[in-house]
């Protein structure tokens, strides 16, 4: 029977690539998206000319109301939810003395809470099917912390505080929770590095290129393919990272 997937922020980036690497592996996808509906509609139409169908949503997942809306959704025209890939965030450089009270909510709310909330919405069902994968997008800043992004790495460190108790709380119910961890990613997120910026960058990378977004799209569908992987953070940075 074809598997159920929900992807969150998967309109661009690391989420549009798992999205199209997912439905053509005859996985059938729910892409969500919140302002970039474009984009999202764009992902379906490019998928429709390869044969494959997708859904897509709208959704701010950082409401709780929008997230509960979504899962019904699916429920309803699927009736099960076997993936759930929390992509959805946003990043901000600024200095920590700088962080204004918004700042800080709107991070922690888009960038981890969302997580919660998706996934306890979610993991209701898998709960009664006894079978499911969740896999957390986080980041390496969320495992040595990032200058001028200490809000943005703190929520990031709590995906993955989160993804292990998670993972050994679930794990008798056949439930898999795991962590990937992206390095310096080729997407809109660091559209503010200049030339020379990347250059520099790509200098302390021992594979010497940033990776791109079908790198994370490979090793999302590695872990749903390995049903003996749970609670595990898996960097994908080119060794840039200890």
């Known amino acids: 029977m074809q598997k ?6 998967a ?11 997912l439905a053509r592996e005859n996985i059938k996808v729910i892409a969500n998206y919140n302002k970039s509906e474009k984009q999202a509609i764009s ?3 490019e998928l429709q000319k390869e044969g494959i169908e997708i859904d897509i949503f709208k959704a701010d ?7 509960k809306q979504m899962i ?9 939810i076997d993936i759930l890939i929390n992509n959805a965030g946003i990043s901000q450089v600024k200095l920590f003395t700088d962080l204004t009270d918004e700042d800080i909510d709107s991070m922690l709310n888009i960038n981890l809470k969302s997580v919660f909330y998706m996934t306890q919405e979610t993991i209701k069902n898998m709960l009664h099917n006894k079978s499911g994968c969740i896999i957390n997008i986080s980041s390496v800043w969320g495992i040595t912390g990032g200058s001028c992004e200490v809000h943005y790495s703190a929520a990031k460190a709590g995906i993955i505080g989160m993804t292990k108790a998670l993972a050994k709380e679930m794990g008798p119910s056949n439930i898999r929770v795991n962590v990937i ?21 790509e200098k302390e990378i021992p594979l010497k ?3 791109i977004p079908e790198d994370i799209a490979n090793s999302v569908y590695m872990l749903i393919s390995n049903e003996y992987i749970t609670g595990e953070v898996i960097k994908v940075d080119g060794g840039w990272i200890d």
């Open 181 to 201: 961890a992206p390095g310096a990613i080729d997407t809109e997120m660091n559209k503010n590095l200049s030339k020379e910026d990347i250059e520099e960058l």
């Open 61 to 67: 997942v950082s409401k709780r109301e929008e997230v």
């Open 4 to 9: 159920v997937a929900i992807i969150t922020g």
């Open 43 to 45: 992902l379906k139409e």
């Open 72 to 80: 019904e959704f699916v429920l309803k025209k699927y009736e099960k």
């Open 11 to 21: 309109s661009r980036g690391i989420g549009r690539e798992c999205a199209k690497k």
């Open 209 to 211: 290129r940033m990776g």
